[in-house]
């Protein structure tokens, strides 16, 4: 019965998470504003270290399973 949920939420913040780092990784080769009103080193670490939390995120609801 929780496998469901487990499944869906493991996916979900894994694909969110990839997609923020793969995001955050084009903009800054890029050259282009990560995000407005921060400093591009801190936008850069603060959704990198986002992008790494919804990945472990992911990885730790598929381990329940």
Do not use: D, Y
């Amino acid at each position: 019965m929780e496998s469901g949920p487990a499944i869906f939420a493991g996916a979900a913040f894994t694909l969110f998470g990839g997609a923020l780092l793969l995001w955050t990784t084009v903009r800054a080769l890029h050259r282009a504003p990560v995000a407005h009103g921060l400093s591009p080193r801190a936008a850069v670490a603060l959704t990198s270290l986002s992008g790494a939390a919804f990945l472990v995120l992911g990885a730790w609801c598929f381990g329940r399973l």
